[in-house]
């Protein structure tokens, strides 16, 4: 397995002026982030409003990225301290901020928070994990356990193919039809 | 087709494969493979239970949406820019100190010009300037034989006059003046006397 050469290469090409590879970047590691700033914030709708100040952040400070540690825990670090900021500058606010309690039934917070955790939205999540987990249990043994070695344990291809006993090219071709069964199943619920 | 995610499914797993840069030109400039991208994103992050309470399925449109918009209020956000910006501040930082002081200095010099007009102490120059028009215009020769007005200042004044030349007088002027205090409407003392000292020095 290699060590993230496609954040290296993503990375290159923003601090070469190219904003689409920032577009991936943002697309792999949106759900991550959310998650790590969901530690610090419980709300949902807050930890989206975080998340997309941590990855602004980033674009806007990824000149001085150097490469000496991985992009992701680099951008980690971000988010959380864009996380802890956030619950420092609450805490200042919620000092001196008062709501008319005749306005308290319109009041959506400082920042006009948008309601992302809206009904919808967490029914569609439902349900993309249900179906993820329905296509999985669906998949021939072979590719279940391509898949399975390779997102939930994490191995290399290398590694599977010893665990699997066979080449590294059946491994990595077990890993992409597994993934594009599930895919099928899955898109139509995306677009 | 196959080909290209059976590629994109390897390069989302970190192989390079044969042409990793021309993989990675494909899915930037397509946004039916990057759709497919996210789609292995989310199978996996699903497997590993990393998926957020309620997926923003816009998320990155928005981010990006913001970083555009950012980038066209203040132009200096785009990366190329702020590399430029930075690297011009590194060359220019030097010269910032020269720069503010020679902008103090200039305010300085531009305030004192003033204040020293004001303070009653002209330029040399424009001493030299102004006393030579005093002298030119002195010795003129006004039309008509009059006097210059500077000529005409008394080099005494009437009292110092009487002083020395009718002492007995400013003697009976003094004694007057004492013993006829308490007619007067003013403050006795000192004030009487000066008014009549200030008459006579106008005069």
């Given at each position: 397995?290699?060590t993230n050469l496609l954040d290296a290469d993503l990375v290159k090409r923003v601090q070469a002026g190219d904003t689409g590879a920032f577009d991936i970047l943002v697309q792999k590691y949106q759900?991550k982030v959310?998650?790590l700033v ?12 975080i998340a997309q100040d941590a990855f602004i952040k980033a674009f806007r400070a990824i000149d001085n990225f150097r490469g000496d540690s991985q992009f992701y825990t680099w951008l980690y670090r971000i988010a959380a301290n864009t996380?802890?900021n ?106 | ?20 840069e021309?993989?990675l030109?494909?899915v930037i ?30 998320f990155h449109q928005s981010v990006m949406a913001r970083i555009r918009e950012q980038a066209e209020d203040s132009p200096q956000m785009s990366t190329q820019d702020s590399t430029a910006s930075r690297l011009s501040w590194l ?113």
């Amino acid at each position: 397995m290699g060590t993230n050469l496609l954040d290296a290469d993503l990375v290159k090409r923003v601090q070469a002026g190219d904003t689409g590879a920032f577009d991936i970047l943002v697309q792999k590691y949106q759900h991550k982030v959310i998650n790590l700033v969901g530690r610090f914030v419980s709300d949902q709708a807050e930890c989206q409003d975080i998340a997309q100040d941590a990855f602004i952040k980033a674009f806007r400070a990824i000149d001085n990225f150097r490469g000496d540690s991985q992009f992701y825990t680099w951008l980690y670090r971000i988010a959380a301290n864009t996380a802890k900021n956030h619950l420092a500058s609450r805490a200042r606010k919620s000092a001196n901020y008062t709501v008319d309690v005749d306005d308290a039934e319109h009041f959506e917070g400082e920042s006009g928070l948008k309601e992302y955790a809206n009904p919808e939205n967490l029914l569609l999540t439902d349900e993309i994990r249900a179906t993820i987990f329905s296509a999985i249990e669906k998949l021939p043994d072979d590719l279940k356990s391509a898949i399975t070695l390779r997102e939930i344990d994490g191995l290399s291809y290398e590694e599977i193919a010893d665990v699997m006993d066979c080449p590294i090219g059946t491994v990595r071709s077990r890993i992409f039809r597994a993934r594009d069964v599930i895919d099928k199943e899955l898109r139509p619920l995306l677009e | 087709m196959t080909e290209h995610n059976e590629k994109l499914s390897y390069l989302l797993d970190d192989y390079r494969g044969d042409n990793p840069e021309a993989t990675l030109d494909e899915v930037i400039g397509d946004v039916n493979l990057q759709y497919r991208m996210r789609r292995y994103q989310i199978i996996g992050d699903a497997m590993r239970h990393e998926l957020p309470q309620a997926i923003d399925t816009d998320f990155h449109q928005s981010v990006m949406a913001r970083i555009r918009e950012q980038a066209e209020d203040s132009p200096q956000m785009s990366t190329q820019d702020s590399t430029a910006s930075r690297l011009s501040w590194l060359t220019l930082r030097p010269f910032a100190g020269l720069a503010v002081a020679a902008s103090v200095a200039l305010v300085t010099v531009a305030l004192w010009q003033p204040l020293k007009q004001e303070s009653g102490q002209p330029d040399d120059n424009l001493v030299s300037a102004d006393q030579q028009k005093i002298e030119q215009l002195a010795g003129q020769q006004v039309k008509g034989g009059a006097v210059p007005v500077s000529n005409r200042v008394q080099a005494l004044g009437t009292r110092w006059k009487l002083e020395h030349e009718m002492p007995g007088l400013q003697q009976k002027l003094n004694a007057y003046l004492v013993n006829h205090t308490e007619y007067s409407n003013s403050v006795q003392g000192l004030i009487p006397q000066a008014r009549v000292a200030g008459f006579d020095a106008q005069q």
